[in-house]
């Protein structure tokens, strides 16, 4: 079982985030609602990138925080989300960062899916400056370096 969030509602009409499949092979992130009407313009166009209001707030513990991921049928159709990261002491309300890529307006409704919320554990890394890194058989190979 994993951590226990809670959930204000901002508006009344808000949606919880809800799994769509559970049990043992169910779904790595909980689906995230509309609570507002948006359309986002065509690419390139003021408006095709817009902050759209789920109408809630979280309050996650000290030991979580929760990345934002795009939903598939929406990214197949151009729509994808961008600044996707809700930190463990953030209480404000969760705005999805929706962008659309195509060449046509994009409507979004109250109610419908918008994007994923993940649940992830949070570890805090300690960085400490090298001169060197130590070799691996991938090196410095970057973007393309497998061949696709």
């Given amino acids: 079982m994993g ?3 809670l959930v204000q509602r901002l508006v009344a009409s808000a949606q919880m985030p809800r799994y ?3 049990g043992a092979y169910g779904d ?3 689906d995230l609602f509309a ?3 948006a359309v986002l313009a065509p690419v390139g166009q003021t408006g095709s990138t817009q902050a759209v209001r789920t109408g ?3 309050e996650l513990p000290s030991t979580h925080g929760a990345l934002v991921e795009d939903r598939s049928g929406l990214a197949v159709r151009g729509i994808t989300t961008l600044a996707g990261v809700i930190d463990p002491g953030y209480r404000g309300e969760l705005k999805i960062v929706l ?3 195509t060449n046509e307006p994009q409507m979004v409704a109250p109610g419908h899916r918008i994007a994923q919320l993940r649940i ?3 570890i805090q890394a300690t960085f400490e400056e ?4 130590a070799e691996t058989p991938r090196g410095v190979a970057g973007f393309g370096s497998t061949g696709a």
């Fill in 3 to 5: 951590p226990k969030i």
């Fill in 20 to 22: 769509a499949h559970a």
């Fill in 120 to 122: 992830v554990q949070r």
């Fill in 35 to 37: 609570a507002e009407a």
């Fill in 99 to 101: 962008t659309n890529l």
């Fill in 130 to 133: 090298t001169d060197m890194l």
């Fill in 28 to 30: 790595l992130a909980a």
């Fill in 56 to 58: 809630l707030a979280m």
